[in-house]
């Protein structure tokens, strides 16, 4: 069974490479931490998260990929970012984290994103950057990231991902995806038969990462021509964030709350608002801050 697994191959005579990815696990430990969200949120940050996931396979050496999507409503929105080794995170900014219920229950996937969402999309290296923004004519993630590839990359590349949640839509508990890109040469034609074999077959690619990677290959010969296993790979949530990094945002508090904090023999907590994690600074690390 592939856990946070992605397999790489080739098919169609290798015009096309084509990953396929099942994160069910690294998607649930992220929505785990919006907890109390509505399922729309949960949707739309698990999108982009798988889109993230699936992209970070393109990555390598020291490159990273960072993801911002902004709807029409500009005080809605969700980044996700990931490394070469396919560690992913993602989160909801605070103004959709906390967005009315009652609208939230209501709207769909469209309707969020609205006539005027944007991606944005930061890709490379520390020395070598590249920053691509497009719009989202198609206003349901996964095509719009597939648009993002043709404006900005102008490379011909289908990104499609699946949600399943329990009934009481709590627990989520299928999430995969594909992404194919065509090589140099490839015919055209092959992305829009890709699209319609992902999109009407949803149970099979839904039940493809219960197999073994080993599997993989031979379950996708069922509906791809000549499937040739690269190699395999893993995505997971992970944080790089320190206490050290937090040292920094209590530099730029007032000093006088640092001092307030020590007279009132107060330890200082924070919390990183991707991860989860908190960090206590003791009264004698606050002191140590001022001297
Ligand atoms: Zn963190």
Redesign the pocket.
């Known amino acids: 069974m592939m856990q946070n697994g992605m397999v790489k191959t080739l098919i169609y005579e290798k015009q096309v490479r084509l990953f396929y990815m099942d994160n069910t696990r690294l998607v649930n430990e992220i929505l785990q931490l919006s907890n109390g969200t509505d399922k729309i949120q949960k949707v739309v940050l698990a999108k982009t998260i798988s889109a993230v996931s699936l992209m970070s396979a393109t990555l390598k050496g020291s490159q990273r990929i960072s993801v911002q999507i902004t709807m029409t409503n500009p005080n809605y929105k969700v980044f996700a970012d990931a490394d070469a080794n396919g560690n992913v995170r993602g989160y909801l900014n605070e103004g959709l984290r906390h967005a009315s219920s009652g609208f939230m229950r209501n709207v769909s996937l469209e309707n969020l994103i609205g006539e005027k969402g944007t991606i944005r999309v930061i890709k490379g290296s520390a020395m070598n950057q590249f920053t691509g923004i497009t719009d989202m004519p198609y206003r349901n993630i996964n095509d719009d990231f597939s648009h993002f590839f043709a404006q900005s990359e102008q490379t011909q590349t289908f990104i499609g991902t699946d949600l399943i949640f329990n009934e009481k839509d709590e627990q989520l508990l299928v999430s995969q995806g594909i992404f194919a890109q065509l090589l140099p040469g490839a015919s055209p034609h092959l992305i829009g038969e890709i699209k319609n074999i992902y999109r009407n077959n949803q149970p099979f690619f839904n039940s493809l990462g219960k197999c073994n990677e080993s599997k993989v290959e031979e379950k996708l010969s069922e509906f791809f021509p000549d499937v040739k296993y690269m190699e395999s790979s893993s995505v997971q949530f992970y944080?790089g964030?320190s206490k050290e990094m937090f040292y920094g945002m209590l530099y730029s508090l007032e000093e006088d709350e640092i001092r307030q904090s020590i007279k009132n023999q107060e330890s200082i907590e924070t919390g990183?608002q991707?991860?989860g994690?908190t960090y206590r600074f003791t009264i004698h690390e606050l002191q140590a801050l001022l001297s």
């Open positions: 944080c964030c990183c991707i991860c994690r």
